[in-house]
């Protein structure tokens, strides 16, 4: 039974007619539908209708398209894959059991730029939504939605559905608002100027617009987010921090930027949050933000005095930060905004604030080239995110990884990656624990000269250096590859469990 607290998160009074459990309002979403789903790499996701309809395809032969910002928490894109209650998954996702289901192709997964899912619901390059699930703190008193601690794609995935199914969280305090900048992207040929100079720059407005007559159900639920699991620096994640920032003061040395920098955005995971952790008590001030989540880190170095201001699509954060970030909410909500991703990852964005992008690669090759999302280019490991729209328009393109692994059985540095995600054009730095590699101006010989010197495990270097010489000898050209040996670590490590010989 609703309660007098929970129906005083919805001030529009006609939607409280709507109320239901999470069981009838998945008996809502259509067999074979198009879902499009509220929620961020964890953050502001569907935490009831979504599982209930992963039950209800337990005894029932019900699966639908389900399109989000990024990936979910806790088991729900698990139990929608295991009850075979997906056809189709798109643009991100992270989950193991998900990623079995896809790699099997029981799922079909597509893997998207996450800036360019709404352009192609807009121009009816995908199926439009037929149902969207979204989460909210509360409901304004024009009916519209108060989101909680992600936007990504949930205001246009509620401006183009036919029905809308709200889930209200209770554990979001009513006073988590002004925060959000939303806003809804006009159709070719009449698209606007995204007129964002500055990273705190507002363009839209603090709420989801939507069609009150669209409600079709109304749940509340009481679920935090997912806490995300954050791992302490360890000796190659302060390694890379510590190249990272010795290569940043050298480039203010040389007057190329300020203490400043420029608005960073970092990828997820431990590898990009220690980065940026690094930063704390360092010489670098009033830094800023331009970013799709926000994670520890960011907190971290707003408590430190380093950072001002931080734009991003999500706030996806450990329990203890959950719970301090909600407390002292008032302490941080003049320093955040949250946006849609098609704002957060918008080329022409990126492109005039001048980002300084750090993402994390499984593997890079000695001409630069990067790959994000498989294992030896058949095992889709993660989507690839927004990485490309970041490294594409950045500033400075720089990606992350640890030279070696599993007891370095396994380069991560290769001659020739086993899938790519962002080509040698896009790919500005390269760092491992090794060191850092500077690869602008240079041509792809010179790029593979600094790559093996500076990035390679000590265990892979003789051998990659090796491969490099044997190929401009033999093969030569503008980019040096013996063809029948370029693959040879991935190969052997099939064979043998390990690249090492």
Same mark, same amino acid.
């Given at each position: 039974m609703t309660n007098e607290l929970e129906l005083n998160r919805i001030l529009f009074k006609d939607y409280e007619s709507k109320i239901m459990s999470a069981a009838e309002a998945a008996l809502l979403i259509d067999n074979n539908s198009v879902v499009g789903s509220s929620g961020f790499t964890k953050a502001g996701d569907s935490k009831s209708v979504l599982p209930a309809f992963a039950k209800r395809a337990e005894t029932e032969d019900v699966a639908i398209t389900l399109i989000t910002g990024a990936s979910l928490g806790y088991?729900?894109?698990?139990?929608?894959?295991?009850?075979?209650?997906?056809?189709?998954?798109?643009?991100?996702?992270?989950?193991?059991?998900?990623?079995?289901?896809?790699?099997?192709?029981k799922v079909k997964y597509i893997d998207q730029h996450l800036s360019e899912t709404i352009e192609q619901l807009i121009c009816g390059h995908i199926a439009p939504i037929d149902t969207a699930i979204i989460e909210a703190s509360s409901i304004d008193e024009n009916g519209n939605i108060i989101p909680t601690t992600s936007i990504g794609n949930s205001a246009f995935f509620a401006s183009q559905a036919k029905k809308i199914i709200i889930e209200i969280n209770t554990k979001i305090p009513v006073t988590f608002r002004g925060i959000h900048d939303s806003i809804v992207p006009k159709s070719y040929p009449d698209r606007d100027v995204i007129n964002i100079q500055t990273v705190s720059d507002r363009i839209g407005t603090e709420f989801i617009t939507i069609d009150p007559a669209k409600v079709v159900g109304i749940v509340f639920t009481d679920i935090t987010d997912q806490p995300a699991v954050i791992s302490e620096p360890d000796d190659k994640t302060s390694a890379i921090s510590k190249h990272?920032?010795?290569?940043?003061?050298?480039?203010?040395?040389?007057?190329?930027?300020?203490?400043?920098?420029?608005?960073?955005?970092?990828? /997820?995971?431990? *590898?990009?949050?220690? =980065?940026?952790?690094?930063f704390v008590g360092s010489k670098f001030k009033n830094l800023t933000m331009y970013s799709e989540v926000l994670q520890d880190s960011t907190f971290e170095l707003f408590d430190s005095g380093n950072m001002d201001f931080a734009s991003g699509s999500s706030i996806t954060v450990s329990e203890g930060c959950y719970e301090n970030v909600l407390k002292n909410f008032d302490k941080y909500k003049n320093k955040l905004i949250l946006r849609p991703q098609n704002i957060s990852n918008a080329p022409e964005v990126l492109r005039r604030l001048g980002i300084i992008g750090i993402n994390t690669a499984i593997e890079f090759d000695?001409?630069?080239?990067?790959?994000?999302?498989?294992?030896s280019g058949t095992k889709m490991m993660n989507g690839i995110g927004g990485s490309g729209d970041f490294a594409r328009n950045a500033y400075l393109s720089i990606?992350?990884?640890?030279?070696?692994?599993?007891?370095?059985? /396994?380069?991560? *540095?290769?001659?020739? =990656?086993?899938?790519?995600?962002?080509?040698?054009?896009?790919?500005?730095?390269?760092?491992?624990?090794?060191?850092?590699?500077?690869?602008?101006?240079?041509c792809p010989r010179e790029r593979a000269e600094v790559i093996i010197e500076n990035c390679v495990h000590p265990e892979f270097r003789e051998e990659i250096r090796e491969y490099f010489e044997r190929a401009k000898e033999t093969v030569g050209g503008h980019t040096p590859h013996i063809l029948s040996e370029a693959f040879k670590f991935h190969t052997r490590l099939k064979e043998t469990g390990s690249m090492q010989k």
């Open positions: 088991t729900t894109d698990s139990d929608l894959a295991n009850n075979n209650a997906l056809i189709r998954r798109m643009p991100f996702m992270a989950d193991p059991a998900l990623r079995k289901s896809i790699n099997e192709y990272l920032l010795n290569f940043f003061e050298k480039e203010v040395e040389k007057g190329k930027l300020t203490y400043a920098l420029l608005p960073l955005q970092a990828g /997820i995971g431990k *590898v990009a949050n220690a =980065v940026l952790t690094g000695i001409y630069g080239n990067v790959n994000s999302t498989h294992i990606f992350v990884c640890q030279a070696a692994s599993k007891e370095n059985k /396994i380069s991560h *540095v290769l001659p020739m =990656v086993s899938h790519v995600d962002h080509t040698e054009h896009d790919v500005d730095i390269l760092v491992t624990d090794q060191g850092l590699a500077d690869l602008r101006g240079l």
